[in-house]
């Protein structure tokens, strides 16, 4: 995390949202195995960064992904969870390869 923040301090477009979220899908990576992709349950990243609409979870990751700190691989069939690929953090501030 100590990447992420690091990267993120001269960002001005990340919000409060966007660093919820975050710590979220790293709290879900670190009790999941910590590959470098997740599948994590929507509710349950939500509930975790105190987000309560669907929408709004979608837009920041949306976000998080155009801005370099995730990929973002929506899934459009409900029974499939999205893909997160989560970037190695110790590549933040040197253009994150993803």
Excluded: C
Aim: hydrophobic share 40%; net charge positive.
């Amino acid at each position: 995390m100590a990447g992420f923040f690091a990267a993120i301090e001269e960002d001005t477009r990340v919000k409060l949202v966007h660093i919820g979220l975050y710590a979220a899908l790293m709290v879900y990576w670190q009790q999941h195995g910590r590959g470098r992709v997740i599948f994590p349950p929507p509710r349950q990243i939500m509930d975790m960064a105190k987000v309560s609409a669907r929408s709004t979870y979608q837009r920041y990751l949306r976000e998080l992904h155009a801005y370099g700190y995730i990929r973002y691989l929506a899934s459009y069939y409900p029974p499939r969870r999205s893909a997160i690929l989560l970037p190695d953090v110790s590549s933040f501030g040197e253009n994150p390869a993803l």
